[in-house]
């Protein structure tokens, strides 16, 4: 059994190695929030994440988690050290990796003994030949660099990486067959498939998977409008589009209000960014970027379209996190709405999230928060789903009307019964569907 230190215990740090532990190996936590990690040593959890807690007990009731602030003690005590530390991208599109060459440096200056290092930040090709070099500065001895993407998705992070599509690994060429093996053996029961190629091959991936899947949204968004004035309910055009296994029953047709989260607001650009170093000017991943933040607008539109002749409108949105089962506010499309219809000059918002009431919180709007979709919608004039949480799917409309002052609804999610809610007499906009 592996020894396996996680430098950066954020979402994809915890889920792996949490995960790791499954199989029985030993993982040492590192983080600089000591707080956060002393409450994982009593299995309180920083993210929501489903069945997380259970692995996450079950790890540290075998003894296999560890945790520490201390580098040198993680350096000293592991065999293998996984990156997970963030790479937010900067103004100008191009992936920060101050995180990143900060947490090598640190990891290198305390190696003492071979150790194979693994990037699963989300980072531009040549990172791996980065931490090499960094490493290389501070270290005399044998040591091995593999790229190892991470494809998890929020909300289910644990099934997508326990039943990963597939594991990717990417290998330095002078990388001896040892160290392939153990590398190979610690993903391999984690996907259906593994994938062992290079590490560029590895690095540039993640980024041209993430761009393609947020290619697809904003394709499917880009013919909402015009299926509004066509008349045509989007839905059925996405489900015919998945009939065609070229297409698949599972590819990224949902229309909405854009992608949010962490990674393909990031990734998008940093193609654009990638690209544009080697000459090639990304026209077609520019124009999916603006269509999904013009889709957030948008929706507010859609809202002030309903609320602009009434006196003083009340507004509820259902949902703050960029999709359901997860706290994540991260490039949240309600916060982009909420901006915009404060732009408008409208100041009565109240809004409700299952999980994400806390997290939004951070961004300091002056909007009201509420403890149910019940309190949020009592008096509205406008409800606003944001969010495909199920608590919203199932809304008892009957319910809703009888508390709301004035019957619309804006369902960027296509969640709700438009029939029935326009039967109730609700005046209902969808996402390319009237
Ligand atoms: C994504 C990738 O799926 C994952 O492989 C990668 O490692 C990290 O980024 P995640 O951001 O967790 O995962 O969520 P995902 O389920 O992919 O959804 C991203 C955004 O797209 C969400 O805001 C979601 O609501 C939106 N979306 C997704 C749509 O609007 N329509 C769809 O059809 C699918």
Same mark, same amino acid.
């Given at each position: 059994m592996e020894k396996i230190g996680i430098i950066g215990t954020g979402y994809v740090g915890l889920v792996t190695g949490v995960c790791l532990t499954q199989e029985g190996h030993g993982v040492i936590f590192n983080d600089h929030k000591k707080e956060m990690l002393a409450n994982l040593k009593k299995g309180i959890l920083p993210i929501h994440e489903k069945d997380l807690p259970e692995l996450m007990k079950a790890g540290l009731k075998k003894g296999l988690i560890d945790v520490s602030t201390d580098k040198k003690y993680v350096a000293d005590q592991s065999d293998i050290l996984m990156f997970c530390v963030q790479t937010p991208s900067k103004e100008d599109g191009n992936a920060d990796l101050s995180y990143l060459r900060q947490a090598v440096k640190e990891v290198a200056q305390s190696m003492k003994s071979p150790k194979i290092l693994i990037n699963k930040s989300t980072a531009p090709v040549g990172t791996a030949r980065l931490i090499r070099e960094i490493v290389r500065h501070f270290y005399n001895g044998q040591f091995d660099v593999v790229s190892v993407p991470e494809f998890l998705q929020e909300g289910k992070a644990v099934e997508t990486f326990i039943h990963a599509d597939r594991q990717v690994v990417g290998f330095e060429d002078d990388v001896s067959d040892e160290v392939k093996n153990r590398i190979v053996n610690l993903f391999? $029961?984690? *996907?259906k498939e593994i994938v062992v190629t290079n590490t560029k091959t590895a690095e540039f991936s993640k980024y041209v998977c993430n761009a393609f899947l947020a290619l697809e949204i904003s394709y499917i968004n880009s013919m909402t409008g015009v299926s509004e004035k066509l008349g045509i309910d989007i839905q059925d055009i996405s489900r015919i589009m998945r009939l065609d296994k070229r297409i698949g $029953?599972?590819?990224?047709?949902? $229309? *909405? $209000?854009g992608y949010g989260g962490m990674c393909f607001p990031k990734d998008v650009v940093s193609v654009v960014g990638i690209a544009d170093r080697f000459g090639y000017t990304h026209k077609l991943l520019q124009v999916v970027n603006e269509i999904n933040w013009r889709q957030r607008l948008n929706v507010a539109e859609k809202i002030h379209h309903f609320?602009? #002749?009434?006196?003083k409108p009340k507004i509820s949105i259902l949902g703050?996190?960029?999709? #359901?089962?997860?706290s994540d506010v991260r490039n949240s499309q309600s916060k982009t709405v909420i901006e915009e219809l404060l732009k408008l000059g409208y100041k009565n918002i109240a809004v409700y999230d299952p999980l994400a009431n806390d997290n939004f919180k951070?961004?300091?709007?002056p909007i009201e928060y509420k403890n149910s979709w019940s309190e949020a919608v009592d008096g509205s004039d406008c409800l606003v789903i944001m969010t495909e949480w199920d608590e919203f799917k199932q809304l008892d409309l009957d319910l809703v009307k009888k508390k709301m002052r004035t019957l619309n609804i804006v369902d960027s999610r296509n969640l709700l019964d438009k029939e029935l809610a326009k039967k109730l007499g609700f005046n209902y906009m969808g996402m390319g569907r009237k």
């Open positions: 391999k $029961p984690f *996907g $029953p599972k590819a990224f047709l949902e $229309p *909405g $209000p609320v602009q #002749k009434i006196d703050l996190s960029f999709k #359901k089962n997860t951070q961004f300091n709007l």
